[in-house]
């Protein structure tokens, strides 16, 4: 049976449910449960989303962990936030508690953004976004967890972590054709890009010891960079360490010597790129890669790919609302590989995560070399601020565009004496510029 057939949605207003294609049924919460079970097979599965505008009809509490009680239901009733089992097969959403489509102004537009999800995505809302992009993932997937952890100590990408920013070490006062403003830049889909074409480790773990050559990292994995001989290359480029990694590894893990640090095989490959170009040698003193590879995610990145671009073309009121809910799924879904599901499931895979944020890393970086002009910030996972003269001035060489992975101009430009005040702050005020310049964007 499809997704399709095996699942039913529908909109709950104060005294009737709205169905995606926009037709009505009269219904009180008294009956709802015994209704919908007779009106549907034994084997599909129904979400009811109840509207804020029937918070009141349906007695529902403020708070979502009194839902269970205000509905007579086991504390354990709760799937996910905002979500209730009232049967094996029938369950309650409820926008206001998960934050998923909250905001509809009425139960038929929240229904139409339902419908518009489903259309674009090709299944309906599970859950959460990333639970949905999760379960796309799991239709494609025929391959297997390994049996054993890798055994790395790693530790994860700074530029992965949304608060963590880099500023520029001096900052000398700026000639007026330099420009007298600051402008927020940002990357389209810097996620969703790094999931498409991306290699990702497979089956067992393969233990190896170096030296080698980093250039040579050709298979999805860990690998133990010794970063020493490049440090002086990178530090001249005025741009951020893109190898630059959390401040602790995982629990428990021995702290590395300086200079070293495991990365996977995205940023080993983009050392020996830069290794090659400054004239040295940048060796991997271990590695542990995986016995296969696959490209899972192809197919899911162009789905939400286009899904993407329909909406940013959209007129529909309700567009921005599945936007959001589209840009949640792969953004968290990145996450959810490693912190959402639990094990033996096979979409639990820590090490798909570490392999994509390495790739956003490395590929933003590449592409912030490309431009001209150096940024005096970076951060907020995917932000870069530049100098600029004007409204219209773009840094020659930065690729701006529609497409995954281009930049494009966020929010309005700030007076540079405001942009360097917060700077001699520190690394405290480079990320209080980024993020204010990101909230008025």
Do not use: C
């Amino acid at each position: 049976m499809s997704t399709q057939s095996a699942y039913l949605e529908l909109v709950a207003g104060p005294d009737r449910l709205f169905s995606a294609s926009g037709a009505e049924v009269r219904m009180t919460r008294a009956d709802l449960v015994g209704a919908i079970e007779r009106a549907t097979s034994s084997s599909r599965r129904v979400v009811v989303w109840v509207h804020e505008t029937a918070f009141s009809a349906w007695g529902l509490p403020d708070e979502p962990d009194d839902l269970p009680k205000a509905l007579a239901m086991p504390p354990d009733a709760r799937s996910s936030p905002g979500w209730v089992r009232l049967s094996k097969d029938v369950h309650v959403a409820i926008p206001d508690y998960s934050g998923d489509f909250a905001g509809t102004a009425t139960p038929a537009e929240l229904a139409r953004a339902l419908a518009m999800f489903r259309e674009l995505v090709g299944i309906g809302f599970l859950y959460s976004a990333p639970s949905s992009a999760l379960k796309m993932l799991e239709t494609r997937f025929h391959g297997w967890r390994p049996t054993r952890e890798a055994g790395v100590p790693f530790a994860a990408s700074a530029f992965a972590v949304p608060a963590f920013t880099w500023s520029r070490p001096s900052h000398p006062t700026h000639p007026p054709e330099d420009g007298p403003l600051a402008q927020l830049f940002d990357r389209r889909g810097s996620y969703l890009a790094a999931w498409r074409s991306a290699e990702l480790p497979d089956g067992e773990w393969i233990a190896q010891s170096g030296p080698a050559s980093a250039i040579a990292a050709d298979a999805p994995g860990y690998y133990l960079v010794d970063f020493r001989s490049l440090g002086p290359y990178v530090a001249a480029q005025g741009l951020h360490d893109p190898f630059a990694r959390a401040p602790r590894p995982r629990p428990g893990a021995p702290p590395l010597a300086d200079g070293r640090a495991w990365v996977t095989q995205p940023l080993a490959r983009l050392a020996g790129e830069l290794g090659e170009e400054a004239g040295v040698d940048v060796v991997v003193d271990r590695y542990v890669i995986a016995d296969r590879k696959v490209r899972l995610l192809d197919g899911v990145a162009a789905r939400l790919a286009d899904a993407r671009r329909t909406l940013e073309a959209s007129a529909d009121p309700v567009a921005p609302m599945v936007l959001a809910m589209i840009r949640d799924a792969y953004v968290r879904g990145t996450a959810h590989l490693e912190f959402g599901r639990r094990p033996p499931h096979p979409l639990h895979r820590p090490e798909w995560r570490h392999t994509i944020v390495d790739r956003h890393v490395a590929n933003t970086y590449r592409s912030l070399r490309k431009s001209s002009r150096r940024p005096i910030v970076v951060g907020g996972v995917d932000g870069a601020v530049f100098i600029v003269s004007g409204p219209d001035d773009v840094p020659a060489g930065l690729p701006i565009g529609p497409e995954l992975g281009s930049w494009r101009r966020r929010g309005a430009a700030v007076p540079i004496a405001r942009a360097i005040a917060e700077l001699e702050r520190g690394r405290v005020g480079a990320r209080d510029l980024l993020f204010s310049l990101m909230a008025a964007a």
